[in-house]
């Protein structure tokens, strides 16, 4: 419900973009034009994950959370045409907390550990606009590659385990984007901005009582306000 509540949102962000805001002014978006946006931009995962696993033993009524976080996002559209643009999202590290709900095993939930990860992604996006529109609503697809590092256990998980070490596999997967660019002049622009992220990874925690695994849907919805130029 919450993944098509936000992305009936993103859709009609940008029908309603095209429909009723026409003003015109000379600020067209043109083929060899570069977009520079930079502001906050909030990751919140719409997880989901297999029960966990103690060396091959399936744990009942157990999964895996994580936590959402903001950071400073910054994207680039190079304009192949007066519709269609290359863009691509970049970002400072975001860091979230890993919870995993026990409850099955009457342990309730404790602080399983915290990761970092990069998620560079490249859409082709399409300007439906005029290209001298002040308004320019845009939609996008394209693929999404994110990288996980600096992966840490939690003291509280280690203490129902032991000591601990966590891996979490890098993710391919299928990106799509919706959002609005505002011309305030001819170069500075005001960005709003929405992805939906396509990422899957397999986690294993390696512990003093054994080895813990799972698969974790992360698939965030990518929110960003921002300003940009236009060069």
Do not use: C
């Not at 895996?64 to 590290?93: C, K, N, R, S």
């Not at 890993?98 to 939930?109: E, P, Q, R, S, V």
């Not at 998620?119 to 845009?138: C, E, H, R």
């Not at 590659?145 to 256990?153: G, S």
Request: charged share 20%; proline share 4%.
């Amino acid at each position: 419900m919450k993944k098509q509540k936000a992305l009936s949102l993103a859709i009609n962000t940008v029908l309603a973009g095209s429909l009723l805001m026409g003003a015109t002014a000379a600020m067209a978006y043109e083929p060899g034009d570069f977009i520079v946006r930079a502001g906050a931009a909030n990751v919140d995962p719409n997880d989901d994950s297999d029960a966990l696993k103690l060396d091959g033993a399936t744990l009942p009524g157990t999964e895996v959370e994580v936590d959402d976080d903001t950071q400073l996002g910054i994207t680039f559209t190079y304009m192949l045409t007066d519709h269609l643009g290359l863009g691509l999202l970049a970002a400072t590290p975001f860091e979230h907390d890993i919870k995993a709900d026990l409850t099955g095993i009457g342990a309730g939930k404790v602080d399983a550990g915290s990761t970092k990860h990069l998620p560079p992604t490249l859409t082709l996006q399409y300007f439906p606009m005029a290209s001298d529109s002040k308004f320019q609503p845009y939609i996008g697809a394209g693929i999404n590659y994110t990288n996980f590092f600096d992966e840490e256990v939690d003291s509280e998980l280690e203490t129902l385990l032991g000591h601990g070490s966590m891996e979490l596999d890098a993710s391919w997967g299928l990106a799509f984007q919706a959002g609005m660019d505002y011309m305030i002049n001819e170069h500075w622009l005001i960005n709003a901005s929405v992805w939906y992220l396509d990422i899957d990874t397999d986690a294993k925690i390696d512990t003093a009582a054994g080895v813990v695994k799972t698969e974790v849907d992360i698939d965030p919805w990518v929110y960003m306000i921002g300003v940009g130029y236009k060069f």
